[in-house]
């Protein structure tokens, strides 16, 4: 069964980890948006770089004869999975999203949610603070017409200097992050506030944790809406799908009775 898997988050990559294993049933593509620098590469067929579009994504699903694409894009990369829903109606392709569940507050967090990046940097307010900015490295120019703020950026990949804020120091790092790092980081910083993405997921969450335990404010970007499909949380809940849909593959849709 020829399988394209989006990728680009953890959960694509635990997803290839079972893909690899089952080699004997599925022909699974990867693809990537040539968005990170040295991205984890799978024992899987790989492309990397947009398909250029609906349509471009399209005819690359007809021309391979995918049968069914996992969009396993992070919860913001909304145009492509915006995409994948309407090139796999277009295609007659089947198509699953992975969504991870969303990051909720609990007692003792201080959160303020907020519906974009311009409204993340309305919030941060006119007092000078000091800000742990981990929101990626494209979406910095609200915080340019920010207040006066200290700025760390914290992200995988080094930004165009042009797209940063005056002054903003640099921290590159890939997570997974724990709490003990966190906490250390936020204090030897003396960070009043941490902007994040609703990411959701383990890997950036300890961060949370950690502003919980120093009371600390964090401004919480809120998710993107996305076109609708169907979702799963997690990569085993995804291979479920593929190995249900793989074992009804070459049956004949009507039975025909022998008596
Ligand atoms: N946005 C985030 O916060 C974030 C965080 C962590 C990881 N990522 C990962 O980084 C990648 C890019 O994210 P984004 O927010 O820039 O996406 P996006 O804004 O939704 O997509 C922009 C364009 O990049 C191309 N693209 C995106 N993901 C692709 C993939 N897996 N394979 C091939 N082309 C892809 C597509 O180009 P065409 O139209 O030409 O096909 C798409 O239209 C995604 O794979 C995502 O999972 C994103």
């Not at 969504?99 to 000078?128: E, I, K, N």
């Amino acid at each position: 069964m020829r399988v394209l898997v989006l990728g680009g988050t953890t959960e694509a990559r635990q997803l290839y980890v079972a893909l690899e294993q089952r080699a004997d049933r599925f022909a699974v593509t990867v693809s990537l948006a040539g968005a990170t620098r040295a991205p984890v590469l799978p024992a899987l067929d790989v492309r990397i770089g947009g398909f250029g579009g609906i349509d471009g994504l399209r005819d690359w699903l007809l021309a391979h004869h995918i049968e069914a694409v996992i969009d396993a894009t992070h919860p913001f990369a909304v145009q492509m999975s915006n995409h994948a829903v309407a090139a796999c109606a277009q295609a007659h392709v089947k198509l699953l999203r992975i969504a991870r569940p969303g990051w909720t507050p609990v007692a003792g967090d201080c959160w303020t949610c907020v519906p974009d990046m311009q409204a993340a940097a309305c919030a941060l307010g006119v007092t000078p603070r000091r800000v742990l900015l981990t929101v990626g490295r494209k979406d910095l120019l609200p915080f340019h017409h920010a207040g006066p703020h200290d700025w760390l950026l914290r992200c995988v990949d080094a930004p165009d200097p042009a797209l940063l804020p005056a002054g903003t120091r640099l921290l590159l790092a890939r997570g997974p992050f724990d709490e003990a790092g966190e906490e250390a980081l936020l204090r030897r910083e003396r960070i009043d506030v941490i902007v994040t993405k609703n990411s959701g997921g383990t890997a950036t969450q300890a961060k949370l944790a950690a502003a919980r335990r120093l009371g600390l404010g964090v401004i919480m970007v809120e998710r993107p809406s996305v076109a609708p499909a169907q979702t799963v949380p997690d990569a085993a809940a995804a291979m479920a799908w593929l190995e249900s849909l793989s074992g009804l593959h070459g049956k004949p849709a009507h039975k025909k009775s022998c008596k």
